[in-house]
Structures are given as C-alpha cells and as structure tokens.
C-alpha cells in the first residue's frame, strides 16, 4: 500500500484487494482550497503493476468533503485509465460524483474539434463561404418576393396591419428625423461649397460654388447622405424592434395566430420610409444649398440674392426628379435591410445587436450600390 497523508485536508492511499484490482482509497476533504494532488502519483502505481493490473475501483467512505477539485481529479483518473486499458469501477464513489461523471462522459469531445476549423483547406473555407453566400442570397429574394407579394395585397385591399402604426411610423422616420438630416446636410453642403471655392477661385470662377453645391446636392448627395442617416438611424431601429420580437417569440405568436409578420410588421415600416424619404431628401437639399449660400455670402462676397438667382437657373426639374428617384429607392432598401436582418435575428440578446449591425452595413452598401446603377444608367441615357 502506498499513501499520502497530508497537512491540508485530504488522504490519498492505493490498495489492492486482488493482484488485477488498484483501489484508490479517498479520505478527508476534496476541495478546491485544499492543494490537492496530481494523478501522476496513480500512473506510478499503474506502471508498478503493469501487466497485472486490470481494474480500477475507489474507496471513499473516509471522505468528509468534496467539490469540483474531487470531479478534475477522477477525470484525469478516467484518462489514465483509459490510455493504459483499464476497466473503472465507480461503485465506491458518492452517488452525486458517479452522475457527474456520467454526464461529463455521455457525449465525449470528437479527437481534433478544437483544431478542425483551423486546420481547413483554403479551398474548403472558400467553398464553405460561398454555400453561406449563396444561402443568404436565397434569403433575400425569398424576403423581397413576400414584401412584393404583400404590397399586390396592400393594392387590393387585403394588406393585414394597423393605420395606427402606419400613422406612428411615419412620425418616427418624418418629423423626427428632420434635426440630423438638417445638421448633416447643411454641413455636406458647407464642405461642398468651401472645397469648390477654393479651386474655383484660381479661375475666377467662384460664382459657379451655386451650381456644383445646388446641382451636387440635387442629384445626387442630398438623397445619399439622407440614406445613409437614415440606414444608421431607422434601419437599425427596424432590425432591432424586430430582433426583440424574435427573441420574445411575438413573431412566432402572429404566426400561429394566422397573421402575416411581413404585412403586419414590415409592410408599414416599408410603406412608411419609402413615403418619408423624399420628403426628407428635398428639405436635405435645401438645407445643403443653405449650407453653400453660408460659404458664398462669407466667404467669397457673392450677396444673397446673386446666390440665389444662380442656384435657381442651376437647378432643373430634371436634377430634383433624379434626386427624388434616388431617395424613393433608399427608402425601399434601407426599409427592406432592416426588415430583413430582424427578421433573420437569432434567440439571443447578443443575436439582436449583430442583427442591427448587420441592417446598418447591408443598408449603407446597397445605398452606394444603386447609386453607382443609377448614376451609371442615367449617364448612358443622357440624362
């Protein structure tokens, strides 16, 4: 018999009834304050009797404590006996130790899952993006047919969803988002104007500042930079709302209930930003121009109305009309990105918050991905 008695709480002895038995004798208390042993100590008897030993069984009738420590110890046991070919035989343990070790061996850790991922092919990375691409595309046309299929309802009057959610939608993404698109824009058009100027004025030219920030701003930023505020803004709200619908499981309840999620929840959020935006892109045009009658009348001594009369035979129908086809297709995108990412979220809080990064990004892209389409289609068409 070969044992360790020592000043911290524990025993650890080694017995054998029969010459093919070790049993492990535990005595005293198996905590984690206590410094308790290594199983080194059982590979030295086990290679002592190698040859002759077949089983391991324990003894703990002396044990007055155990916790966690006791559980890292026996497994470490299991391990060695494991690797030497050994038959365990947890009889002798607390009924409590037997279960635990039960359920930390019900279903073992395949050899190498830690490693796996690391240890992947390129090619295999490669092929496992592009099937989670193809997936999420699947995804979203499958989304955009129902939002399409939902507005053909809402043409024939069988759209399901309240007017007063409508009504309160058009609220949170009108008037209460005019104070950041103004800010922004006036700013945008004040960069546009100073910039402009200072090339501008090595020609003499400084009148036309007008034209580059009426015309800029009409076309083309004032729509963008209302997108995009309205993609971190809005976009996010829809993808959060949403994602804390999911995790509560009120989506799945409209469901069962036999109620549409994409007519009751998403169609007013569509309908709701895709009649806001242009709104919103207008007053973001003339706040921009504002912004570059600032710089004009400071800056480069053009008076008020010298500015003004510039900008009005700068400006056409055309240019607003291009401006106001931009804007009513962001508010379609950003509407539908965030829809889509809440919908899509997980049951988890982390879930939701990857969910409205999520709307933002696909969001934003998709705003500068139809703006190079449109620009590029009105380009060819001369427009």
Not at 65 to 70: E, F, Q
Not at 141 to 156: D, K
Request: charged letters at 15%; proline letters at 2%; glycine letters at 10%.
């Amino acid at each position: 018999m070969a044992e360790d008695t020592t000043d911290t709480g524990y025993q650890l002895s080694f017995a054998a009834p029969t010459p093919e038995n070790l049993q492990i004798n535990l005595a005293g208390s198996w905590e984690v304050r206590q410094s308790l042993p290594a199983a080194t100590q059982l590979e030295a008897e086990v290679n002592k009797r190698a040859g002759v030993v077949r089983q391991i069984s324990f003894d703990s009738k002396a044990m007055t404590g155990w916790d966690s420590a006791l559980l890292t110890f026996l497994v470490q046991v299991t391990a060695i006996a494991t690797r030497n070919k050994l038959t365990l035989d947890q009889s002798g343990l607390p009924d409590g130790v037997q279960r635990l070790l039960q359920l930390a061996s019900a279903v073992p850790e395949r050899k190498g899952a830690r490693r796996e991922a690391a240890k992947q092919p390129f090619l295999a990375r490669v092929g496992n993006r592009a099937t989670a691409v193809a997936g999420s595309s699947t995804e979203i046309l499958a989304f955009v047919g129902e939002a399409t299929r939902s507005v053909g309802r809402l043409l024939r009057g069988k759209a399901q969803f309240r007017v007063s959610d409508l009504l309160l939608t058009i609220q949170q993404t009108g008037s209460q988002a005019l104070g950041i698109v103004a800010l922004i824009s006036f700013l945008v058009g004040l960069i546009l104007a100073y910039i402009g100027a200072a090339q501008l004025a090595a020609f003499g030219a400084t009148m036309y500042v007008a034209d580059l920030v009426g015309i800029g701003m009409a076309r083309a930023m004032g729509a963008m930079m209302t997108g995009i505020i309205m993609a971190g803004r809005t976009g996010a709200a829809f993808a959060a709302e949403l994602g804390t619908m999911q995790v509560n499981e009120e989506i799945d309840a409209l469901r069962a209930l036999g109620i549409s999620p994409m007519e009751f929840l998403v169609l007013p959020r569509m309908l709701a930003l895709t009649l806001m935006m242009p709104l919103l892109c207008l007053y973001a045009d003339l706040m921009g121009v504002l912004g570059g009658l600032i710089v004009g009348v400071t800056m480069l001594d053009i008076s008020a109305m010298e500015y003004y009369t510039q900008t009005k035979a700068a400006i056409s129908l055309g240019h607003l009309w291009i401006g106001l086809f931009h804007s009513f297709v962001f508010g379609i995108l950003v509407a539908l990105s965030g829809c889509l990412r809440g919908m899509q979220c997980g049951r988890s809080a982390s879930a939701v918050g990857d969910a409205t990064t999520s709307a933002v990004v696909t969001g934003i892209v998709s705003i500068i991905i139809s703006t190079a389409v449109i620009t590029v289609i009105c380009n060819v068409l001369g427009i």
